[in-house]
Nanobody, 124 residues
Framework: QVQLVESGGGLVQAGGSVRLSCAAS????????MDWFRQAPGKEREFVAR????????LYTDSVKGRFTISRDNAKNTVYLQMNNLKAEDTAVYYC?????????????????WGKGTLVTVSS
């Protein structure tokens, strides 16, 4: 069992930056690929970013490439999402996820554990 707790969301102006954190309870954290998903109001949950076990491999959805950076610190059981140059369309609840599968593209069905999410609101 892996418990995930996100933090760092809030209200930010367009063009601004936010860093999300996700703390994991499990000692097996380093054995999971970790993902960030997001869900905007009235829309389905969508994949945002993935990082592999060691942190040297990442994957992003096209809309955030060059703006978002995923990273992890296995010693702290924490994964991060640095979000820069935020746009109104980035407004969503952001969920941390431990991947149950390493196949791509990452999907909600392939997720083993979810956090409860943190809201990021970007004002234009």
């Amino acid at each position: 069992q892996v418990q995930l707790v996100e933090s760092g969301g809030g209200l930010v102006q367009a063009g601004g930056s936010v860093r999300l954190s996700c703390a994991a309870s499990s000692r097996t954290f380093s054995t999971y690929f970790m993902d960030w998903f997001r869900q905007a109001p009235g829309k389905e949950r969508e994949f945002v970013a993935r990082i592999n076990w060691s942190g040297d491999g990442t994957l992003y959805t096209d809309s955030v490439k060059g703006r978002f950076t995923i990273s992890r610190d296995n010693a702290k059981n924490t994964v991060y999402l640095q979000m820069n140059n935020l746009k109104a369309e980035d407004t969503a609840v952001y969920y941390c996820a431990a991947a149950g599968r390493t196949s791509v593209p990452p999907t909600t069905q392939g997720t083993a554990y979810w956090g409860k999410g943190t809201l990021v609101t970007v004002s234009s």
